[in-house]
């Protein structure tokens, strides 16, 4: 390799920023609506709509704080910690904004749109209004400038994309398992083909393991649902086995 051959990847600039960065410029963003807001809400000679107004400050202000506890989620904060920082208990954090952070993960973990072009929008706002902050949203947006960070958050989140996409075909091979198994129901084959609906369970539970890596802020439910997994094929396992000692121990005929 010459030494003029550049191996850094090519910024693309229609990538998402990483999940972290992606929702603090989903923060800043609100942020300049509630700003935009306050600047054209100042009192005057005749207020213009000042229950309207505050109503869509009082909306800001609740996304401002769903934006606030996911970014606080994507940092590693657990419920305990949010709920101490909230001043509530863990289940009431969890309760309370539980659903902004499943909606989170839904969507990939990134707000649509392109990032660069909205990141030097804000800047360009902010810097409006202190000028000594030219880059007052891309410095705090460490993979703005970092092609590797955005390629590779992207990778995990077509790797749980696809995971999705594979757990949505166990319901069905679950259900042939099971039908091939109450099919073979007084026959020689009957514990064999127990132990291959367990199997399914156990690919299933390890699929869930694997999303657990690729989403992190949901790995605590796809580790409850691997337990549910396991545990259904553990009995569906143990009838097998008492289904084999029964006929082992049966008299010839």
Not at 154 to 182: G, S
Not at 228 to 252: H, M, V
């Amino acid at each position: 390799m010459s030494e003029t051959d550049d191996t850094t990847p090519e910024r693309d600039p229609r990538l998402p920023l990483a999940p972290l960065d992606d929702i603090r410029l989903a923060r800043a963003m609100t942020l300049q609506k509630i700003g935009t807001i306050v600047l054209s809400d100042l009192p005057t000679a005749e207020e213009h709509d000042p229950v309207g107004g505050a109503l869509d400050l009082a909306r800001l202000a609740d996304k401002l704080t769903e934006q606030a506890v996911i970014i606080r989620r994507e940092q590693g904060a657990s419920w305990t910690d949010i709920g101490k920082e909230a001043g509530i208990s863990r289940q009431a954090a969890h309760d309370r904004w539980g659903s902004a952070v499943e909606t989170w993960v839904a969507l990939g973990q990134h707000r649509e749109g392109a990032p660069d072009f909205t990141v030097a929008q804000l800047d360009s706002w902010y810097a409006g209004i202190d000028p000594e902050c030219p880059d007052a949203v891309s410095s705090g947006l460490p993979s703005l400038h970092d092609p590797a960070a955005r390629r590779a958050a992207q990778d995990q989140r077509d790797e749980a994309r696809r995971l999705h996409a594979e757990l949505n075909t166990y319901p069905e091979l679950e259900k042939e398992a099971f039908n091939r198994t109450f099919e073979a129901t007084g026959t020689p084959e009957h514990p064999a083909r127990r132990r291959e609906w367990a199997a399914v369970h156990l690919e299933h539970a390890a699929l869930l393991d694997r999303l657990a890596q690729a989403e992190p802020l949901a790995a605590t439910e796809h580790r409850r649902r691997a337990r549910t997994q396991r545990s259904l094929a553990d009995e569906i396992a143990a009838k097998a086995t008492d289904r084999t000692t029964t006929t082992e121990n049966e008299p010839a005929a």
